[in-house]
């Protein structure tokens, strides 16, 4: 039950006037680094992975820095299909939440648990294997049983 924004007020409190308050941050609850307000306080360039899921857009570098522009998000996400859109068994619409700095090759979403229905006849239970992507090692709807 919380809008979700951080309202701790902007850390660079020596670009601010003496006697003015200081605004709130702009980022979402719960960012990890400096607070940093609407202002340009910071390197005004793109992040890096700006396309990614989870990105906060812009760099979050000192106005000068060298190197990568990385915002202050804690990960970027892959963001690519989930690798079980591809089965033939179910059709999943999620999106990978791995690290995008991570090597991989199956893109898992945020689901858990195999969806597919129990093989018995009459069933509509799922399966009970916890692995989202078990039916890309299923060899059949037989491999799934559920609980």
């Known amino acids: ?3 979700h ?3 701790s007020p902007c850390g660079f409190v020596e670009d601010h006037a003496e006697n003015d308050e200081l605004p709130p941050c702009h980022h979402p609850a719960g960012h990890a ?3 940093v307000c609407e ?3 910071t390197c005004t360039h793109e992040c890096k992975y700006s396309a990614r ?3 906060l857009k812009r760099c979050a570098g000192e106005d000068s820095h060298e190197g990568d522009h990385l915002c202050q998000a804690k990960e970027h996400f892959c963001g690519k299909k989930c690798s079980l859109s591809a ?3 179910y059709k999943c619409t999620g999106l990978c939440v791995t690290p995008c700095e991570e ?6 979403c945020e689901s858990r648990g195999c969806p597919i229905v129990c093989c018995i006849d009459g069933c509509k239970r799922l399966c009970q294997n916890l692995d989202h992507l078990h039916a890309l090692e299923a060899g059949s709807r037989e491999d799934h049983m559920c609980g």
């Open 1 to 3: 039950m919380t809008d």
């Open 5 to 7: 924004k951080c309202h």
């Open 33 to 35: 680094g400096k607070h």
């Open 39 to 41: 202002s340009n306080h």
């Open 53 to 55: 899921k989870g990105c």
């Open 87 to 89: 089965s033939k068994l």
């Open 103 to 108: 090597d991989h090759e199956r893109h898992k």
